[in-house]
């Protein structure tokens, strides 16, 4: 019998890969898109910014599975719907994550944005090279990303710390949990990598609170979501020259307009949401594997908290 999923995806060259994964990889899919006949009839919903109005419209639907790892764009009518959520977890995506990080730590570890703006002005100046041991970096989130990243970057010899919401213990890293902890971890910041993911809770986090406890010319690398950072904040703890610097890879508004100031503030990288993206192969299956288990009553692959929201 053929699994019936709803694609509720507001990208159409992604929901293109998706039809074409599906159709190769799981023949015993049968993929409908909102509107087609029979779409009011499925109850399983792969989604990524699916309308606000998706359970208005399709009331049949009991599961639903983000087409990403983060769960934010599902918005707050299917986040608080109490249906069970599931998201993506890829293995790919973690190293690619970690070369994204790691591209960042390098370029301000080794200097090599100050040589490159050096560059631009003829000017030839050298820096005394410091050891990763040297490098105190500091990672938001000890989640599938974040934990990923933190052991790689201390496999390489940085001295990491981690931050999350429940306390862990990791080998080679030191972890702080809860508020109460966060300004040590802050205090003793070169480079801060954001991995949480948007909560109600995690939301605006990247601010002149935060910003103001790090010290002088420490570096701020945000690939969680656009809605952690406030801009204005941002740009000014680094025009005024307090942060370094910051590498951003998600924006609150994207594409990033070409208006934003952040495109031109000095010391900003921007890049496009490019940091790592799950393949659409692991997307499909993993979709494909839990619609399956939803439908048996088997338990589900990678379930999101629905108290905490991811
Ligand atoms: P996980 O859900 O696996 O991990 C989230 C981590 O954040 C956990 O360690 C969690 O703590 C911690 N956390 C959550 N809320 C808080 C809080 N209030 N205070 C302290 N810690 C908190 O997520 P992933 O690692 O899979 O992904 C993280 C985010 O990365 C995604 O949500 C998404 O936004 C972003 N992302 C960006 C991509 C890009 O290309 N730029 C690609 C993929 C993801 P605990 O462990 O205690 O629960």
């Known amino acids: 019998m053929k699994i019936p999923i709803l694609l509720a995806n507001n990208d159409a060259a992604f929901t293109e890969q ?92 080794r200097y090599f944005d100050l040589a490159a703006l050096n560059q631009r002005q003829n000017r030839w100046q050298r820096y005394k090279q410091k050891a990763a041991s040297d490098i105190r970096v500091s990672v938001l989130g000890l989640g599938a990303l974040g934990e990923y990243v933190a052991k790689g970057l201390a496999d390489l010899g940085y001295s990491v710390s981690g931050w999350s919401r429940s306390q862990k213990a990791m080998a080679n890293i030191t972890c702080y949990s809860g508020e109460a902890s966060l300004s040590d971890m802050l205090g003793q910041t070169d480079i801060l990598i954001n991995l949480l993911p948007l909560s109600p809770v995690t939301r605006g986090i990247l601010s002149h609170k935060l910003f103001d406890q790090l010290p002088q ?34 924006f609150d508004e994207e594409p990033l307009p070409e208006t934003n100031p952040l495109w031109t503030t000095q010391g900003i990288v921007i890049t496009p949401h490019m940091a790592s993206d799950a393949g659409e192969t692991v997307v499909v299956d993993q979709v494909a594997e839990n619609a399956a288990r939803f439908l048996r009553g088997d338990a589900l692959l990678n379930p999101i908290n629905l108290d905490h929201g991811y």
């Open 217 to 250: 010319g420490a570096y701020v690398i945000n690939c969680g979501r656009g809605g952690h950072v406030k801009e204005a904040d941002l740009i000014q703890a680094v025009t005024r020259g307090h942060l370094r610097g910051a590498m951003l890879d998600v």
């Open 18 to 109: 998706l039809i074409a994964a599906f159709q190769q990889r799981h023949p015993e899919v049968d993929v409908l898109l909102p509107g087609q006949p029979g779409s009011d009839k499925v109850q399983v919903a792969a989604c990524w910014f699916p309308d606000d109005t998706l359970l208005t419209n399709y009331p049949n639907i009991k599961f639903i599975h983000a087409l990403s790892a983060g769960v934010d764009h599902l918005g707050e009518s299917l986040l608080s719907s109490g249906l069970p959520i599931c998201r993506i977890v890829d293995e790919r995506q973690k190293q690619g994550m970690f070369e994204y990080v790691l591209w960042g730590v390098l370029n301000v570890h």
